[in-house]
């Protein structure tokens, strides 16, 4: 019966008109997954021995159906070759991929869960059994293929309303379709909506990612606390729920609760350890916490399972060296910066900076104030020589640094500018006059944050109530003035966009005044991306790009 099952399955897919890649590094399983296929009716198979090889084809050749195994010797394990082909988009949203591996352990099935592959095979595999979740997958992945595409273009809402329509005619999948338009309707900036369908979903079973959806949605909303309790509640009902763990220690951090964060992070990565992201959160909150051998620890780990991801990044190194300043180890130190600045050079411009930052930190807490000084010196005139100013993180660092060795008006003008940039945040207000008590400076910093944070909100002010009273033009005009002052204010930016849009609507459209909008929001995803207002300003310049067609023609 299941043979027959299987053959009428096997009738309605034509595989042997698709692309496959087979990724294991082991020429037999190679050769026994081609053969299964070919039973099917594949022809066009390619093979790859390792993540560096099927990267490549990847990258080449836009494949149907992948079968990945997940232990691949030296190099990219297929966790980190399925992290990379999504974050690169080299595959389609249609696209199958099946991660095979012999591997049962918890941490290994967790990690790869985590990002997500169509299916889990444990070796061996039979032929029926690679049969079988093929078929189920595929026609799943048939179901969702438009929605996917409009998704990987970021149309969220035209994703929403295939899901609306695929709903009416497929009973069997409309869980999976609900669960996707609550996650288009946050994506596209309409937490309303999307909190609708969780609550709908809630009503027919208690599903803890439809639970989690809404904790997300108050989070969101700065209601951290009932966020935390809801998130808490999930993990209660599901202790292998990962993403839970994650954002609850996200809502600990935004209440400022560091110690609960790193618990939560420290459990999270006991049960999956193998996740860039998380031992880097462990590793920077148990610093911030003055917890050594924990950051160590996670620091370590994170270099480890990072040095062949895509999401590998300096801040594991630079921390691993503020931690072996800690321990007095400054000859180790000094060697993870000189890696971090070989390795990290091309991609990230700022990495002598931060290393220099480093550099002087480490002098700092070994003892070696001569040393330290002559970095913060190095880095006062490098000050002097730009207008520019670096990230927040990198600003709060190297005002550290500057006050630890004696310097006064520099770290000031630094940490004013960082609260012009981010005057409606409690924490990072709370952590810049934290650094202002630690130099002694208490009185005097709490007048600068007050003069700073006014600043910022005269400026953003005086451009509201220009637009509110119907001075458009001039209040376009006073934004971009007050983006040069503060470039990276997150709420100034959002409202300077708002007041082009209503430009656009009132007085017709402009192109280059389109185009700055653009710019101007596509600046403030980078800083933080997937905020809810983004979505929603850039639904309503799309919806003005017609009236550009118009003038056009």
Request: a neutral charge; proline letters at 3%.
């Amino acid at each position: 019966m299941n043979a027959v099952l299987n053959a009428n399955s096997a009738a309605e897919v034509d595989w042997a008109g698709k692309n496959y890649l087979v990724v294991d590094d082991f020429v037999g399983i190679r050769q026994l997954l081609r053969e299964s296929l070919r039973s099917l009716g594949a022809k066009n198979i390619d093979q790859a021995s390792s993540g560096g090889e099927a990267m490549g084809l990847l990258a080449r050749i836009r494949y149907d159906v992948v079968l990945c195994d997940y232990n691949l010797g030296e190099g990219k394990n297929g966790q980190q070759v399925l992290e990379e082909a999504r974050v690169r988009n080299l595959v389609n949203p249609s696209t199958v991929w099946l991660m095979v591996s012999a591997e049962k352990s918890v941490e290994s099935v967790m990690g790869a869960a985590e990002h997500q592959p169509d299916a889990y095979l444990i070796k061996p595999i039979t032929e029926g059994v690679l049969l079988t979740r093929l078929n189920r997958v595929w026609h799943r992945k048939q179901v969702f293929r438009a929605i996917d595409q409009a998704y990987a273009e970021k149309d969220y809402l035209r994703a929403a309303r295939l899901c609306d329509e695929r709903i009416e005619h497929d009973r069997i999948h409309a869980l999976d379709l609900l669960r996707m338009k609550a996650k288009l309707m946050e994506k596209s900036g309409q937490p309303a909506r999307a909190r609708e369908v969780y609550e709908l979903v809630l009503e027919q079973r208690e599903y803890q990612w439809a639970r989690a959806g809404l904790a997300k949605i108050r989070m969101a909303n700065g209601e951290f606390e009932q966020a935390r309790q809801m998130f808490q509640s999930v993990i209660a009902e599901n202790r292998y729920y990962i993403d839970a763990y994650d954002q609850l220690a996200a809502s600990y951090q935004n209440m400022g609760k560091l110690d609960e964060a790193c618990a939560i992070l420290e459990r999270a990565a006991k049960l999956s350890p193998n996740s860039v992201p998380r031992q880097r959160s462990l590793g920077n909150v148990a610093l911030k916490l003055g917890n050594v051998q924990m950051a160590e620890k996670a620091f370590r780990k994170c270099i480890a399972i990072g040095e062949y991801s895509i999401l590998k990044t300096p801040d594991a190194y630079l921390g691993l060296a503020r931690v072996c300043g800690q321990k007095n180890d400054p000859k180790e130190a000094l060697q993870l910066l000189l890696t971090v600045q070989r390795e990290f050079a091309g991609e990230h411009p700022d990495i002598q900076l931060r290393a220099k930052i480093t550099e002087g930190l480490v002098y700092h807490e070994s003892g070696d104030y001569r040393r330290a000084r002559k970095a913060g010196d190095d880095l006062e005139a490098m000050l002097k020589q730009t207008d520019e100013r670096p990230d927040t993180p990198t600003c709060l660092a190297l005002a550290t640094l500057l006050f630890a060795v004696g310097v006064k008006d520099a770290p000031a003008e630094l940490l004013c500018y960082v609260i012009r940039n981010n005057h409606d945040n409690p924490l990072l207000l709370d952590e810049v006059q934290g650094i202002f008590d630690k130099a002694r400076l208490t009185e005097e910093g709490e007048a600068l944050i007050r003069s700073s944070k006014k600043e910022a909100a005269d400026l953003m002010n005086q451009g509201v109530l220009l637009w509110k009273t119907g001075k458009l033009a001039q209040a376009v005009e006073w934004m971009r003035n007050a983006r040069k002052a503060v470039p990276n204010n997150q709420r100034i930016l959002f409202n300077a966009a708002q007041i082009m849009v209503s430009h656009l609507q009132q007085h017709g459209f402009d192109e280059q005044m389109y185009a700055e909008a653009c710019e101007l929001l596509h600046h403030v995803d980078r800083l933080l991306p997937g905020q809810q207002r983004f979505a929603q300003l850039m639904e309503q310049l799309t919806q003005l790009q017609p009236a550009a067609v118009e003038v056009v023609a």
